[in-house]
C-alpha cells in the first residue's frame, strides 16, 4: 500500500484481557518497528524486525508483550493480561532498511485504552 | 537513564519569527540524527536529517545543527508558520543499527 496501516485505530479492553495489534507496512520495506507513546511521553521502543534477522526485542516492558512478523510483511503486536499502565497509543513503522536516512514511515497508530 | 532530551515540553512562536528546539543526548554512539514532526491523531513524519559528520542541513524553512562535542542538536524554522503547530521530536540513530531513540518531544505552537 501506499502508507503504513495500522488496525484497530482504536481498541478498548477490560484489564486482564488479551489484545492483538496489527501493522501492515510498505510493500518493500524490510524493517518494521514497534512504539509505543502514554500519555504525556515521548516515543518507547518496543520491537524491531530487520529482514530475516532475529528480532531486536530489547524494548519490551514484560514478556506479557511479544511480536511477529510474517516475512517481510504483516506483523501483529499481542499483550497478554493487559494492565492499566499498558495504555498508549502503538505506533507501527517501516523503512527500506539498509540505515536509510529518510527514517521511518509511521503509521498513524493503534490507541489502546484499559480499563 | 534518558539517552535524548527535549528539555523544552513547549514552545510558543509569533508567526513570521524563528522557532528554535533543541535536543540533548548523552551517548556518542549515534551517527544519524533526525527531527519527526506530529501531529494528533497521526503518526510521526520525517522532516529532516543530518549526518554525524556534518553539522549543517538545510531544506526549506527548516535547518538542523549538530554540535558533536557539546552531544546537542536544534532544529531551526524560519519564518514560522501556523501549520507548522505540532509537536516535534528527535530521534537519534545509533552506528549499525536501523533503531532510533526518540526524544520525549517539544510541542509548538505558532500564532498569529
Known amino acids: 500500500g501506499a502508507g503504513v496501516s495500522q488496525s484497530p485505530s482504536n481498541k478498548v479492553t477490560e484489564k486482564g484481557k488479551d489484545v492483538e495489534l496489527r501493522c501492515d507496512p510498505i510493500s518493500g520495506h524490510t524493517a518494521l518497528y514497534w512504539y509505543r507513546q502514554r500519555l504525556g511521553q515521548g516515543l518507547e521502543f518496543l520491537i524491531y524486525f530487520q529482514g530475516n534477522s532475529a528480532p531486536d526485542k530489547s524494548g519490551l516492558p514484560s514478556d506479557r508483550f511479544s511480536a511477529e512478523r510474517t516475512g517481510e510483511s504483516v506483523s501483529t503486536l499481542t499483550i497478554q493480561r493487559t494492565q492499566q499502565e499498558d495504555s498508549a497509543v502503538y505506533l507501527c513503522?517501516?523503512?527500506?532498511?539498509?540505515?536509510?536516512?529518510?527514517?521511518?514511515?509511521f503509521g498513524s497508530g493503534t490507541r489502546l485504552t484499559v480499563v | 537513564d534518558q539517552q535524548v532530551k527535549q528539555n523544552s515540553p513547549s514552545l510558543s512562536v509569533q508567526e513570521g519569527r524563528i522557532s528554535i528546539l533543541n535536543c540533548d543526548y548523552t551517548?556518542?554512539?549515534?551517527?544519524?540524527f533526525l527531527w519527526y514532526k506530529k501531529y494528533p491523531a497521526e503518526g510521526p513524519t520525517f522532516l529532516i536529517s543530518i549526518s554525524s559528520i556534518k553539522d549543517k542541513n538545510e531544506d526549506g524553512r527548516f535547518t538542523v545543527f549538530l554540535n558533536k562535542s557539546a552531544k546537542h542538536l536544534s532544529l531551526h524554522i524560519v519564518p514560522s508558520q501556523p501549520g507548522d503547530s505540532a509537536v516535534y521530536f528527535c530521534?537519534?540513530?545509533?552506528?549499525?543499527?536501523?533503531?532510533?531513540?526518540f526524544g520525549t518531544g517539544t510541542r509548538l505552537q505558532v500564532f498569529p
Open positions: 530521534a537519534l540513530r545509533s552506528y549499525n543499527t536501523d533503531k532510533l531513540i
Open positions: 513503522a517501516s523503512s527500506a532498511g539498509s540505515m536509510s536516512s529518510y527514517g521511518y514511515t
Open positions: 551517548n556518542s554512539m549515534f551517527d544519524y
